[in-house]
C-alpha cells in the first residue's frame, strides 16, 4: 500500500469520527432544546423571563453549549467535505468553503451570548427602569422570535445554505450514501431559506423552517457518515485483495 493511500485511508477515517460526533451531538441537541424552549415557552410575563435569565437552568446552559459544539464539529465536517472534493470540483468546493466562516463566527458568537454575556448583563444592570437598555438587552435574546440574534442566527443557517448546496453537488457524484446527502443538504438549504424568511417577516409559521432544516441536517450527517463508512471500507478491501508481492530466483 503506498504513502499515498494509506494517508487517503486516514483521511476517510478521521472525517467518519468527525461525523459522527457531529451526529450524536446533534441527536443530544435535538432532545435537549425542544425541553428547553418548552421551559422558556412557560413563562407569562417579562419579568419572570428576566428573572430566569439572570439564574439560567442547566438545561438552558446545555442548550447553547450544545449548540455551540455542533457548530464547530459542522465546521470540521464542511472542512472534510471540502479536502475531499477539491481536486475533483474545485470552483464548487471553494465558494463552499468560503461561507463556512461566517456561519461559524455568527453562531458562536449568538449561542456564546446567551450563557455569558446576556445573563452577566441581567445580573448587574437594573433593566425594570430603563426601557431603552431593556428593550436591547431583549434583541440579544436568541430564543424571542424577531429579536436582533434570532434574525442573525436564521441568516446564519441561510447562509450555510451555500455550502450545503456546493457539497451537495459533490456528494451526488459519489456512492449511493453520497447522493441521498446531496438531496438532503439541498432540502436543509430550501428549509432554512424559509426560516430566515419568516424570521424577517415575522411569521411563525415560516419561522419552523429553521426547526426543520436542523431536522433534516441530522440526517444528511447521518448518510455523510455512511458515505465515508462505505468509502473506508471499499478502501481497506482494495487493499486486502491486493496481490502479495513475490520474488523470484532464476535457477542455475
Known amino acids: 500500500m503506498t504513502m499515498a493511500e494509506i494517508q487517503k ?3 476517510y477515517t478521521k472525517a467518519k469520527w468527525i461525523t459522527f460526533i ?8 435535538g432532545i435537549v ?11 407569562k410575563t417579562r419579568k419572570e423571563f428576566i428573572q430566569f435569565l439572570s439564574d439560567t437552568t442547566l438545561l438552558y446552559q446545555l442548550n447553547y453549549v450544545l449548540a455551540t459544539l455542533m457548530t464547530f464539529f459542522s465546521v470540521a465536517m464542511f472542512s472534510a467535505l471540502y479536502l475531499e472534493s477539491r481536486q475533483e470540483m474545485p470552483l464548487e468546493s471553494h465558494i463552499g468553503i468560503l461561507f463556512v466562516p461566517m456561519y461559524a463566527i455568527t453562531n458562536i ?19 425594570s427602569n430603563n426601557m431603552i437598555l431593556d428593550h436591547w438587552v431583549f434583541q440579544m435574546l436568541q430564543s424571542v422570535h424577531g429579536s436582533i440574534f434570532n434574525i442573525v442566527n436564521s441568516f446564519a443557517y441561510a447562509v450555510l445554505g451555500i455550502p450545503c448546496i456546493c457539497f451537495a453537488i459533490a456528494l451526488f457524484k459519489k456512492n449511493m450514501m ?3 446527502a446531496a438531496v438532503l443538504l439541498t432540502l ?5 431559506s ?5 424570521a424577517n417577516i415575522y411569521s411563525d409559521t415560516l419561522i419552523e423552517g429553521i426547526r426543520i432544516s436542523s431536522l433534516i441536517f441530522i440526517f444528511a450527517v447521518l448518510f455523510i457518515f455512511l458515505h465515508y463508512v ?3 471500507r471499499k478502501l481497506k478491501h482494495a487493499k486486502d485483495n491486493e496481490p502479495l508481492q513475490t520474488v523470484q530466483f532464476e535457477e542455475n
Open 178 to 180: 453520497g447522493k441521498i
Open 230 to 232: 462505505e468509502t473506508e
Open 194 to 198: 424559509i426560516g430566515f424568511i419568516g
Open 188 to 192: 436543509t438549504t430550501i428549509a432554512s
Open 109 to 127: 458568537i449568538v449561542y456564546g451570548s446567551q450563557i455569558s454575556i446576556v445573563p452577566e448583563i441581567i445580573k448587574n444592570l437594573e433593566l
Open 33 to 43: 432544546s425542544p425541553i428547553s424552549i418548552a421551559e422558556i415557552s412557560g413563562f
Open 22 to 29: 457531529l451526529f450524536l451531538l446533534l441527536i443530544a441537541w
Open 9 to 11: 485511508k486516514e483521511f
